[in-house]
C-alpha cells in the first residue's frame, strides 16, 4: 500500500532547513568549528527559583493527572505581571494559558475564522502567521513591509477588497525576523482601523522584553480599545528562557478567548501542573534577570551588527527581538548566501526567503552565542567574503 501525506503538506517549506541541518552535520564530522546563529533558542539558563519549582511540584505524584485547566494561581500570577509590567488590568476571563504562541497562533484561526475567510499577515513575517490560518482554511492575505517605512504596515495601501473581505489581521512588534518595532502611534492607528473595518488583532508579543536602547515596550493591549478588537499572545520562551517548557498566555477580548478556550478544551487536557508552577514562579519572582539578559542580547548586537557594517556588510542595528536582519552581498540569492557562508566560514544563519518572498536578499542571525564568539564569527564573515 502507497502511504501518502495529506495535500496541505505540499505547503510546508522546509527543504532549505533539511539542507543546511545536513551540512552542518557534515562540517561537525570534518571537525570543523561552527557559529550556529540560525535558531533562536536562548543559551542563557532559567532563573533558580524557576528551577526549583518546576522540580519541587514534579516530585508530586498527584501533578500527573491531566490538569484540565489553569490553576487559578496561574492565572491570577498572569494578572498580577500584566498590571505591573504593562499597567494593564485584566480579570480571569480575559487570558488563559497556551503551549507556546507558536501553538496559539497555530490554532486560533480554527476557533475564529470560517473556510474561505481572509486572515491578513506580514510579509515578512513568522512562517506559522500564515501557517495558523491556512490550516483554519482561511485565505491569506498579505501586507508589505519594507524597510523605507520602518517594517510597519501602511493600513491605507491594504487594497479595499482585502480589507473588506478580513476577518482577522496577524501583527507583531517586536517583529521576527526584521527586528523592528513599533511607535505607540501606530497601535493607536491600528485599533481605529480594526474597529472601523471589524477586523480581529491577533497581536504577537513574543519578544516584548528585548527591545534596545533604553526603550520600554508596550502591551498592545496597553492602548485605548484594544480589547474590542483583539487578543495579545505574551511568551514565557524568551523573557524568561523557558523554550522547552512551552508556555505563553493569551490575552483580551473575553468573546475571543471564550471561543479559543471551547476549541482548545478539545484538543489538549492542559499543561502539566509542574509548568504551571514555573510559570508562576517566573511570573512573580524576581524578574533582575530579564533586564539582564536584554543587556546581554544588546552587547551581542552591537559585536554583531557593528562588526558586519564594519565589513562593509548591510546589517542596521537590531531595534528589538533576539536577531539581527542583513542584506546579502549582490550576486548571491538568500539561500545560495546561507550556504556558501557555512562552507566558508561555519557560520550558520538563516535564509530571509523563508520568511516570505519580500525576505529574499537577506538573511537573519540570531544571537545565542557569547559576544567573544560572535566577534570570531564576524572576522571569519570578513576573512571568507574578503569584504574590506
Known amino acids: 500500500m ?20 545536513q551540512k552542518k552535520e557534515e562540517l561537525i564530522k570534518e571537525g570543523r568549528t561552527v557559529y550556529n546563529l540560525s535558531v533562536g533558542t536562548p543559551d542563557f539558563e532559567p532563573d533558580a527559583h524557576v ?17 484540565l485547566r489553569d490553576k487559578e494561581e496561574l492565572i491570577q500570577a498572569v494578572i498580577l505581571y500584566y498590571k505591573n509590567r504593562f499597567d494593564v488590568e485584566l480579570d480571569a476571563e480575559e487570558t488563559m494559558a497556551l503551549y507556546g504562541s507558536q501553538e496559539g497562533i497555530a490554532h486560533i484561526g480554527m476557533a475564529l475564522c470560517n473556510p474561505g475567510d481572509l486572515v491578513l499577515v506580514p510579509n515578512p513575517g513568522y512562517p506559522v502567521f500564515e501557517i495558523g490560518p491556512y490550516l483554519a482554511g482561511a485565505e ?23 480589507v473588506k473581505r478580513a476577518r482577522m489581521m496577524i501583527v507583531s512588534y517586536p517583529l521576527n525576523p526584521v527586528c523592528a518595532v ?19 488583532i491577533v497581536h504577537d508579543s513574543a ?29 514565557l520562551s524568551k523573557s524568561f528562557n523557558m523554550t522547552g517548557c512551552r508556555v505563553s498566555f493569551v490575552s483580551g477580548n473575553k468573546e475571543i478567548i471564550k471561543n479559543f478556550r471551547k476549541l482548545r478544551s478539545q484538543i489538549d487536557y492542559g499543561l502539566f501542573f509542574p509548568i504551571q508552577d514555573a510559570a508562576i514562579a517566573a511570573l512573580t519572582g524576581p524578574q533582575d534577570s530579564v533586564k539582564k539578559h536584554c543587556m546581554e542580547y544588546e552587547k551581542r548586537r552591537n559585536a554583531l551588527c557593528e562588526g558586519l557594517k564594519k565589513a562593509g556588510f548591510e546589517a542596521p542595528l537590531s531595534a528589538g527581538s533576539m536577531f539581527a536582519w542583513m542584506k546579502v552581498p549582490e550576486g548571491y540569492s538568500s539561500t545560495e548566501f546561507c550556504l556558501k557562508l557555512m562552507e566558508k566560514t ?41 569584504v574590506k
Open 2 to 21: 502507497k502511504i501518502t501525506g495529506a495535500k496541505r503538506l505540499d505547503a510546508f517549506q522546509n527543504g532549505i532547513f533539511s539542507e543546511l541541518d
Open 51 to 67: 528551577i526549583n519549582a518546576l522540580v519541587e511540584a514534579a516530585g508530586k505524584p498527584e501533578n500527573y493527572k491531566y490538569s
Open 140 to 162: 491569506i492575505g498579505y501586507y508589505e513591509l519594507s524597510p523605507e517605512n520602518n517594517y510597519l504596515p501602511d493600513l491605507n495601501a491594504i487594497p479595499e477588497d482585502m
Open 182 to 200: 513599533a511607535p505607540d502611534s501606530f497601535y493607536e492607528e491600528l485599533i481605529s482601523w480594526a474597529e472601523k473595518n471589524e477586523v480581529i
Open 207 to 235: 519578544y516584548a522584553d528585548i527591545v534596545y536602547d533604553g526603550k520600554v515596550c508596550r502591551s498592545f493591549l496597553s492602548f485605548e480599545g484594544a480589547k474590542k478588537v483583539g487578543v495579545e499572545l505574551y511568551s
Open 346 to 386: 561555519g557560520v550558520l544563519c538563516t535564509p530571509g526567503n523563508a520568511f516570505g518572498s519580500l525576505g529574499e536578499g537577506y538573511v537573519r542571525f540570531a544571537l545565542v552565542l557569547p559576544v567573544e564568539q560572535i566577534r570570531e564569527a564576524v572576522a571569519l564573515i570578513q576573512e571568507g567574503f574578503g
